[in-house]
């Protein structure tokens, strides 16, 4: 069985989201942010402190001391993005690429969403979770200056295609989906993107989804 470390409050979503839609078995173990443990006034290093990304014995499994990591028969494998693509490829059928030049175009849309749209996306998210204030409506249009231009690759890519890959729902629609996630509480800048914006919507309906959506939800770390 899969062992995943990591929090629903990361970027382990994409992959317990994935994970429920190969309907494959995995336990997590919880590990969370040393940066939160910080926040709220605890010692990540103190011999209570929960396991966490900066814990010795997490370091042993991502140098990185980064979320989320899976082990999977002795292979241990951090990367989120790698880690979903490994995962639908090793399970095969409609989420995984159907031959070598779909999985070409999954590592690309994969890297393409780590590489051109994640920090930037991930801006918007942490600005409207402290508060959206005067300075962080700045963040705000600065980071979705920055990605127009790769929206607007999706949103071309999308009049076209019904989905990323393969004309199919599968692991990069996963990928992309979870790394727009992070702009999508920017309205102004969805509804610039009404084709991104209703294929979000569309895999965000999924009962996979939803049901790490509500997990995520229901954690209490
Ligand atoms: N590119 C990596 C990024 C991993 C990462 O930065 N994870 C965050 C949580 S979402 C983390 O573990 N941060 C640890 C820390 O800052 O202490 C991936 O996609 O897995």
Redesign the pocket.
Known sequence: MVTLYGVLH??ATRTIWLLDELDMRYDLKPVI???RLEAQGLDPLAPDAPLN??SPEFLRLSPA????VIEDEGLLL????AINLYLAKKAGGPLAPKDVREEALMTQWALYG?TSIEDAALEIMFAYVNGADEGGQRVIEAASDRLRRPFAVLETHLKAHSHMVGGRFTVADINIAEVVRYAQGHKPLMTEFPRVASWLEHCQARPAFKKMWATRLAETA
């Open positions: 990361s970027r942010q040393a940066y990304t900066r001391g980064a979320i989320p951090s990367e989120s993005l780590a």
